[in-house]
């Protein structure tokens, strides 16, 4: 059974740049696609983007001119970075599978939440 | 970008009801439709797959069905562990998108 844990600072000031880590265990990064998804209460979930092992990411166009995704084959692992962040930033953020881009989210994590306040 | 609409956004039942919630796509996405079930404090789960696959471990009293732009969600015969709120999310065209969600309250 594959599991997903983010992991990074909770608290981000407004301006810097959000940085989270997707550590994957149980299975590989391989051959699977991978989501970074956000949750807020006034907007819900919000898709941010998705990469696959090779490298090759989709990104969400309101996202897209402030955000960089990465995959640590070695490590198993994914990176997000979110830069010039603001309050409406804020928000529990999780990585979630899929086989590909075009399939249901069948694994997440427990997400982790991110404040941006200074 | 395709616009996922749930109905009702709340729903409050009696234990072994049968409920339906809904989801309408701005456009056709034909089957590219996803159910999610999420509790307070946990992560979404998904519960139906391309409208109507059942997914393994997931109780059969869950069911979907639809395509093109009208999707629904039933839940058969609710019970108490059923209070959660329930999310669409399409796979059809980027970007990704999700409905607001659908709460539903066990009396």
């Known amino acids: 059974q594959v599991q997903l844990q983010e992991s990074g600072p909770g608290l981000v000031k407004p301006s810097e740049t959000l940085s989270l880590t997707c550590s994957v265990s149980?299975?590989?990064?391989?051959?699977?696609?991978w989501s970074w998804i956000r949750q807020t209460p006034g907007k819900g979930l919000e898709w941010i983007g998705y990469?696959?092992?090779?490298?090759?990411?989709s990104y969400s166009p309101s996202l897209k001119s402030r955000l960089t995704m990465s995959v640590d084959t070695s490590k198993n692992q994914l990176s997000l970075r979110l830069s010039s962040v603001t309050a409406a930033d804020t928000a529990v953020y999780y990585c979630?599978?899929?086989?590909?881009?075009?399939?249901?989210?069948?694994?997440w994590g427990q997400g982790t939440l991110v404040t941006v306040s200074s | 970008e395709i616009v996922l609409t749930q109905s009702p956004d709340f729903q409050s039942v009696t234990p072994k009801e049968t409920v339906t919630i809904t989801c309408r796509a701005s456009?056709?996405?034909?089957?590219?439709l996803h159910w999610y079930q999420q509790k307070p404090d946990q992560s979404p789960k998904l519960l139906i797959k391309?409208?109507?696959q059942t997914i393994s471990g997931v109780p059969s009293r869950f069911s979907g069905s639809g395509s093109g732009t009208d999707f629904t969600l039933t839940v058969n015969s609710l019970e108490a562990e059923d209070a959660a709120t329930y999310y669409c999310?399409?796979?059809?065209?980027?970007?990704?998108?999700f409905g607001q969600g659908t709460r539903l309250e066990i009396k």
């Open positions: 979630a599978r899929t086989r590909t881009g075009r399939n249901s989210f069948d694994s």
């Open positions: 990469i696959y092992d090779s490298g090759y990411s």
């Open positions: 391309y409208a109507s």
């Open positions: 999310h399409q796979s059809s065209s980027l970007p990704i998108t």
């Open positions: 149980g299975g590989s990064i391989t051959t699977y696609c």
């Open positions: 456009e056709s996405i034909g089957s590219s």
